[in-house]
């Protein structure tokens, strides 16, 4: 790949925005309501549970976790799995874990279920988890009842599928391997699911449940941060302003494999340029009649929608290369035992 020459780098670095306009963004309208219900419905599940996985996304480890799981499903043993790691820069991965151990998550494990990477790691850890913890009036049981869970669109699905193409390999009443839908945009899995197996020894069960935002995220920025990750459908939030906050994020972090992947020749800040030329390159273009004083004229026009959906795609399949969005979260908690998070930006 060819890389950008430093100097370039340097020179357009004076230039790159220092914030980003979050005004103006209704946040609570892009989260639906109706998943509190999805959280009741595994509360009334809990007593078959035997401990709870939770499922998030590693280019945010430290952001947009729904406050609300701990809260309520607190109570079994918890195993938090930060899935896609092959698409998070991963260099402070040592600070991540001690920032979660200072929120008391000291079971963490980083995987990439598209690959089966560190995932047979999950039932020993399960196992040992249930192991050392009171089962209340589940002691009697032999078999393993976990419920998985998390915000949309984290790999949830797609990681009880891996465990059952690592454990179950030679299941008859499967032989596709895999016994949940997944897809690439939140809202697959609608409802908990009846029981499904994952492993033989130890006999595990696994409930599949949908994904669960918190009722008030923290801030507009941690909610363009879970847009960015697929949590929520792009139109809601706007493709253009999603656009525009993965341009500013991948500048701020000096991230430039968008010139490279689109043949710009040189990095911009500015969102307007960026989709003008990434539709031209696309050939995403489109007619469109302006009225002057000589009657209609029909003018080619970039199709920046088009263009924003194309950027985004790209970014959400690694063709940009990794990124950690949460690095401003990291660099402002330098210690070991820190807590919380940045405090929230100004919600309009």
Excluded at 211 to 235: F, N, Q, Y
Excluded at 268 to 291: H, W, Y
Aim: glycine share 8%; aromatic share 6%.
């Amino acid at each position: 790949m060819r890389l950008i020459p430093r100097a370039l780098c340097g020179a357009a670095r004076a230039a790159w925005r220092e914030s980003f306009p979050l005004g103006g963004h209704a946040v609570a309208r892009w989260f639906p309501g109706h998943m509190a219900k999805g959280l009741k419905k595994m509360q009334s599940s809990l007593k078959l549970v035997d401990c709870i996985i939770e499922v998030h996304d590693a280019r945010i480890p430290l952001s947009g976790r729904n406050p609300l799981f701990q809260e309520t499903l607190g109570l079994k043993p918890h195993l938090l799995v930060l899935n896609k790691m092959d698409l998070a820069d991963l260099k402070e991965r040592q600070k991540i874990i001690r920032h979660l151990e200072g929120e008391g998550l000291k079971n963490v494990i980083f995987t990439n279920c598209v690959k089966d990477e560190n995932v047979k790691q999950i039932v020993p850890m399960v196992t040992e988890l249930v192991g050392s913890s009171y089962r209340y009036h589940r002691g009697e049981s032999l078999e393993y009842c976990i419920m998985v869970i998390g915000v949309p669109n984290v790999g949830k699905s797609s990681l009880i599928n891996s465990l059952r193409r690592q454990h179950l390999r030679k299941a008859p009443f499967c032989p596709a391997g895999k016994a949940t839908r997944v897809g690439g945009e939140p809202g697959i899995t609608r409802a908990v699911m009846s029981r499904i197996q994952v492993c033989e020894r130890p006999l595990m069960f696994l409930l599949d449940t949908p994904g669960v935002l918190a009722p008030r995220i923290e801030s507009v920025e941690t909610g363009l941060k879970l847009a960015l990750c697929g949590t929520v459908l792009d139109h809601l939030v706007g493709e253009e302003t999603l656009a525009d906050y993965l341009l500013y994020t991948l500048n701020r972090h000096e991230l430039f494999g968008y010139v490279q992947h689109y043949g710009l020749g040189e990095a911009c800040d500015d969102i307007v340029s960026v989709l003008k030329r990434v539709a031209v390159k696309l050939g995403k273009t489109q007619k469109v009649k302006v009225l002057t004083g000589t009657g209609d004229v029909n003018v080619i026009q970039p199709n920046y929608p088009a263009a924003a959906r194309d950027f985004l795609r790209t970014f959400r399949s690694g063709l940009l290369g990794p990124v950690m969005l949460d690095r401003d979260t990291l660099q402002s908690h330098p210690s070991a035992g820190a807590q919380g998070h940045r405090p929230a930006e100004t919600d309009p």
